[in-house]
């Protein structure tokens, strides 16, 4: 009957469906998203393989490619990807057929829909646990499948999110924005709430299937972060996985807004929905993790930080109209004092950038202007701040950057009043 | 003498007593019709009025840069402005409809031609809001996009997308109003041959370091920036 459900409302084409109906039921199913990863995608199969031979032989499990029309020959690398070669190099023979499908779900990427297709086949293929991982890390271990199986196997938790060892640099979306506002508005220390490698219970994934937030653009371009905060808001058992490394292949400057849009379009989103949690909220609670949680390397790397001063001075500069529908004349007045500073002098303080981002927030509430270009005009300013995380953490130790992070985190949660009175219209 | 006279005069006075007896239930008509067709414009505006505020009007008017433009000229808000217009409208219509029952002649045909043209009044005043919302949006994208691209004089551009799609609009609202149609579609193609020209010639005489900047910016970069990444992974 649940089945059935799957199947009916499903976006699985018949010959996907076909081939999942041959596969029967699984114990574990690896979920692949691609789309021209065909950099990446042979190791990284050869690697899950790997995985499931060494830690999981007596178990059933498929590994499901939902490609966005990949044009370089990665379903090909996957399919082809034979575990025979696997087998060679180990002393290990797995007890039952490891599947491997793959299914084109549209002749152009998207993400949502590429997790939608791997969680409606856990779903008809009754998976008690489905992973996803990320075809563009390009150092994937062998043990990442069991760091994240295992936790929910055992039954104690629904969701697994991954921890990494990453350069101090890497990532500063997640370490000044996306990490900090989640725990402050929703009380939980996830490092990673834009998760691309993760694990989760077949009833999560069931239940994250059934909700209607497929037809919404901002959830479906940032699924991942999505399903982070709704197994927030329904409060499932959460826990994080120290992964290792994390390499992946260098983003381009122009990602910046498709990054905004997969998470901060999608935290933003979710704060209407789930208002009553996070002002019932107050102050935040680590949670149960295994290993570090969060290691970083120090070794010397040159940035353009000129270049990032510029565009955040352009940027204000240039958006006042903008900046005048979506922030307060205090804020934008000190956006335009600090944009004025010569390199040397150049700070964009944490309570000032708390005080932006909670502003943004509102207004994307309350569609002050389209929901996108809110996002798009947030892309300088992140660059000011992302400028003023550099300079600060230019000679720092692995402690010291953890410390302005935690020093951030603290601002964010001691701004949650002001959110809270922007949103409630008293300011 | 005396008696035609005062026949005349009698004659007269009966042929205005006839006049008016024929004329003043007609009065009393437009009087009734000019009272109906005010509650009627009246309600037809409160209505307007509520819906405009329940699919929040006002805000897609100050998106589309109409509340601004309203506000220079000392005007209330759009939902206030298309409440009263439309209230205008309907209770002129209704006058109208009144005068003709008088049986003016030549006005009849007047009032006829005023009744085919408010339909066309209601689409050009949409496609002037469409215009202006359209301008509004596609400007600020470009405007997004050129600051995010780090492309030179952003805001020009954003300026020139607004400029081109109000002039276009413009042009298409006299054309269904049908008002000085060839003069502004003569207008708009010199206005928008003007702008590609000047662009082009910007480009590519004028504007040779801009060029020359936002190429390298695009595909090379300076030697003070060799080895230096341009940005770092957000995520």
């Given amino acids: ?427 | 003498m005396r008696e035609m006279i005062v026949n005349e005069l009698t004659q007269a006075m009966q042929g205005i007593s006839r006049g008016f007896a024929h004329i003043l239930p007609r009065i009393i008509v437009l009087v009734i019709i000019g009272f109906v067709g005010w509650v009627v414009a009246y309600v037809l505006k409160l209505s307007l009025r509520s819906i405009l505020r329940l699919v929040k009007f006002d805000k897609l008017s100050e998106n589309a840069g109409a509340s601004q433009l309203l506000s220079k000229a000392g005007l209330p808000s759009a939902t206030e402005v298309l409440s009263q217009f439309t209230f205008g409208v309907a209770w002129l219509g209704f006058i109208l409809l009144g005068v003709s029952v008088l049986g003016v002649f030549g006005l009849q045909e007047q009032i006829a031609r005023f009744f085919l043209f408010v339909p066309r009044l209601f689409v050009a005043l949409f496609l002037l809001f469409v215009g202006l919302l359209g301008a509004s949006f596609f400007s600020r994208a470009a405007l997004l996009a050129a600051v995010n691209a780090n492309l030179p004089s952003p805001r020009l551009l954003g300026r020139a997308i607004r400029s081109i799609i109000i002039v276009f609009a413009l042009s298409m609202v006299c054309e269904v109003l049908g008002v000085a149609e060839e003069t502004m579609l003569v207008a708009f193609g010199i206005v928008f041959g003007a702008v590609m020209l000047g662009l082009a010639i910007a480009f590519g005489i004028g504007g040779q370091g801009l060029a020359q900047q936002f190429l390298e910016n695009r595909f090379g970069r300076g030697k003070d920036d060799e080895g230096k990444r341009d940005e770092l992974s957000p995520l």
């Fill in chain 1, 1 to 427: 009957m649940k089945n059935a459900r799957a199947a009916d409302d499903s976006i699985l084409t018949d010959e996907f469906l076909r081939q999942l109906i041959n596969v029967g039921e699984v114990d574990i199913l690896v979920g692949l998203p691609t789309h021209n990863n065909a950099k990446t995608i042979g190791p990284i199969v050869a690697t899950i393989q790997a995985g499931l031979l060494a830690f999981f032989p007596r178990d059933r499990a498929a590994i499901i490619n939902a490609d966005g029309g990949s044009q370089d020959g990665t379903t090909e690398l996957v399919l082809n990807a034979a575990i025979d070669d696997v087998r060679r190099g180990s002393k290990i023979s797995a007890l039952r057929t490891l599947h491997v499908i793959s299914t084109q779900y549209a002749a152009s990427p998207t993400r949502g829909t590429a997790l939608r297709s791997i969680l409606a086949a856990g779903e008809l293929l009754r998976a008690k646990t489905s992973v996803v991982i990320s075809p563009e890390s390009t150092q994937v271990e062998t043990d990442w499948l069991t760091k994240l199986v295992r936790p929910i196997y055992a039954g104690e938790f629904d969701l697994v999110l991954p921890t990494y060892s990453r350069h101090r640099f890497d990532g500063i979306l997640l370490t000044n924005l996306l990490y900090p506002m989640t725990r402050a508005l929703y009380g939980l220390r996830i490092r990673e709430p834009y998760a691309l490698d993760f694990a989760f219970s077949g009833t999560l994934g069931s239940q994250f299937l059934a909700q209607n937030a497929w037809q919404d653009e901002t959830a479906r371009a940032g699924s991942e972060t999505y399903f982070t905060l709704n197994a927030i808001a329904s409060r499932a058992r959460i826990c994080q996985s120290f992964l290792g490394t994390r390499e992946h292949i260098e983003r381009r400057s122009a990602d910046l807004i498709p990054a905004l849009r997969q998470t901060v379009g999608a935290l933003f989103s979710s704060l209407g929905p789930h208002m009553a949690l996070w002002n019932a909220s107050t102050a935040s609670q680590p949670i149960p993790t295994t290993g570090p949680e969060r290691e970083f390397t120090l070794e010397p790397l040159r940035v353009n930080r000129k270049r990032l001063r510029e565009m955040f001075s352009t940027g204000v500069a240039e958006l006042e109209s903008v900046f005048q529908a979506i922030l307060s004349p205090s804020t934008l007045e000190e956006l335009r004092r600090i944009a004025r500073l010569e390199e040397t002098e150049f700070r964009y303080p944490a309570e000032l950038w708390v005080k932006t981002i909670y502003e943004f927030a509102v207004a994307y509430h309350k569609t002050v202007i389209s929901r996108d270009h809110i996002l798009q005009a947030l892309a300088p300013l992140f660059r000011g701040r992302a400028f003023t995380f550099l300079a600060e953490n230019r000679n720092g130790s692995a402690d010291g950057v953890e410390d302005n992070i935690e020093a951030l985190c603290l601002e964010f949660e001691r701004g949650k009043p002001y959110l809270l009175e922007l949103w409630n219209g008293t300011q």
